[in-house]
């Protein structure tokens, strides 16, 4: 006769597991709208996409190109950080290098430890697509003056803090690992 106790449990953990997705696949559909709205609305048919240290745009391309480079950046590869890692996980046989690995990847905590890991990949992932809609809206704001003038104030402000988020979150994911549980 079939066990049906260890069904069930997977079942609720793979629900949890989709649930966990919905903000992180929600902000990624803001991401989307935003890019395309703005570049819709607010950007030239040539958009100034590069910028000196001084703000000085010394790099164009189409609005053509920049929408796909630019919806590349913020939805597709935090969508690949994400599910791609999330498929590793999910394969007993994936190298998974990890502090103490033999420990956290343990049959009795791998499940617990992927969880882990996919919801803190989903927080990278987020703040990634997040950094480049606040570039994106930096460019539009740029392409809106004549000539397009950057902040770089505000280019550096933001990158300072997604350093000062990736530092924070890698101190996170590390301490997790660095203690094993007794």
Known sequence: MPDFHVQP????????QGRSSIPFLILLACAAAFIGVTSRCSLPAVVASHFNAAGVANGFMTRAL?????????????????????????NPKARINLPNHEYWLAPERRAETADFV?????????????????VHWLVVRANALVPPSLSSFRFLGGLGVFLI???????????RFRKIAR
């Open 9 to 16: 449990a997977v079942r609720w953990h793979d629900m949890q």
């Open 118 to 134: 996919r919801r803190h990949l989903a927080r990278f992932a987020s703040m990634l697509a997040l950094l480049v809609c606040y």
């Open 165 to 175: 988020f990736t530092g924070v979150w890698v101190m996170v994911f590390l301490g």
């Open 66 to 90: 920049y929408v796909p480079f630019t919806f590349a950046f913020a939805v597709v590869l935090p969508l690949l950080l994400v599910f791609l890692s999330s498929r590793a996980l999910n």
